[in-house]
């Protein structure tokens, strides 16, 4: 691979990390991490079934972000009504607004025990942080580095844990290839999917696509579909490796994972006395990843829907990604955590909009007229297809869980 070639990968790996980075926040962490010290690693093979969907749904948003410069939500009201487009952009505002909380306090756990300090604290200054970098010029481009940091950071450490543990090639390979569902298991199964298999995160890729096409409309003319398939692929490479360092290091000590301490005994062996910093800087990394890539996803989305646009440049939209991250932090401080109101609401409306969000990305990407050359193959037809259906089935088993029950 030559010099410019490599700069030019490197480049567009950016959507699909920032992406990656937003689904793997601190909820992630401890789903992930509760899999391996509970099940072992009998649940390895939903790490396959969940990104191989998050990637087809990635890639297809990534080829609608290619195929036209109109945004998504601009093509579903175009198609299907403004009103209907704007339903889409505000429910998804609301869900990240409700879940931007989760992600403050998991900022403010991980730096607060690090330092012996009030983790209120922590949780006003890193969400100030996080609005002071929506006033730099290239926002897309300091967003895509920080991205590329913390993922970087989080994967160095687990990847030098499960160096250091040395855990059997035959358990993986069982675990990975050999399905079972161990007696519990079912509840943290839809979890770990719930959170991987993430349609926002997806439909969001299709605007991050056409951010860095208005950066390098020149280079990115000659850069291959599918790009941010590598950053799809690190997430799965992370919960794999965290899957297994909590499967060998945690159940063995039958330990139940319930607060930052407990996880972080996964990464003992390989960092000792100082495992509980090192994850405590992992978990800051997931946290403030979250944030900031949360708050810039129900921020541009409400921008666009409301017509304002979708550019980051755009002072109307950075002030409504903004308006997330305060909220968060208001709810946060004064809350502590997520109130379980709060949680329900956010999963009432993510039970009706994600299928909607799903099935309208799908048939965009499948129509000719719009697509073109872009248009997605027999392949991602078939694969949507029964992507959509795993969907609908978490999202009837999520209202049964939260209305009938």
């Known amino acids: 691979m030559t010099k410019k070639k490599r700069f030019n990968w490197i480049h567009t790996i950016g959507p699909g990390l920032i992406v990656g ?3 793997f926040g601190p909820s992630k962490l401890t789903i992930t991490s509760k899999i391996g010290a509970n099940f072992g690693y009998d649940l390895l093979w939903i790490i396959i079934i969940a990104i191989f969907f998050m990637a087809i749904f990635t890639i297809i948003a990534e080829r609608i972000g290619m195929a036209t410069d109109e ?8 198609k299907w009504g403004k009103v209907f487009s704007m339903i889409i952009g505000i429910g998804i505002f609301m869900v990240c607004t409700s879940f931007q909380t989760g992600n403050s306090v998991g900022v403010g756990i991980a730096i607060g025990e690090l330092t012996g300090t009030n983790n209120s604290l922590w949780i006003l200054v890193f969400n100030c942080i996080g609005i002071t970098l929506l006033f730099f010029r290239n926002f897309y481009k300091v967003l895509e580095k920080l991205m590329l940091v913390l993922i970087g950071m989080m994967l160095i450490a687990f990847l030098i844990t499960l160096i250091e543990v040395r855990p059997g090639i035959d358990k993986i390979f069982t675990g990975f290839f050999v399905p079972k569902v161990p007696d519990g298991s079912v509840g943290l199964i839809i979890a ?5 298999f993430s349609i926002v995160g997806a439909f969001y890729t299709s605007y991050l696509v056409q951010a860095r096409k208005k950066l390098n409309p020149e280079r990115d003319s000659h850069i291959s579909r599918n790009s941010s398939l590598t950053g799809i ?16 290091i945690l159940q063995p000590l039958n330990i139940e994972v319930k607060t ?12 000792g006395e100082a495992a509980s910093a ?17 708050a810039t996803i129900g921020g541009t989305l409400m921008s666009d829907a409301l017509g304002y646009g979708k550019d980051f440049d755009s002072s109307k939209t950075r ?12 709810i946060a401080l004064l809350f502590g955590s997520a109130p379980l109101e709060l949680i329900v609401f956010a999963q009432s409306i993510t039970i009706f909009i994600v299928p909607v969000i799903g099935i309208a990305m799908f048939l965009i990407a499948n129509n ?11 392949f991602f037809r078939i694969s949507g297809i029964v992507g959509l259906c795993i969907i609908l089935v978490l999202a009837v088993i999520n209202f049964i869980d939260i209305f009938i029950k």
């Open 71 to 78: 945004s998504l939500l601009t093509m579903i009201g175009k």
């Open 192 to 196: 770990f999917m719930a959170s991987c």
């Open 368 to 378: 000719k007229q719009i697509m073109k050359e872009n248009r997605i193959s027999l």
């Open 21 to 23: 980075a937003l689904v």
């Open 233 to 248: 692929i690190v997430l799965g490479v992370l919960s794999a490796i965290l899957m297994i360092c909590a499967a060998e």
């Open 319 to 330: 002030i409504l990604i903004a308006i997330v991250m305060v909220i968060g932090t208001v």
């Open 260 to 271: 930052a301490t407990d996880m972080s005994l996964a990464l003992r062996p390989a960092f």
């Open 278 to 294: 090192v994850f405590l800087i992992g978990l800051f990394a997931a946290g403030f990843s979250s944030v900031i890539g949360n």
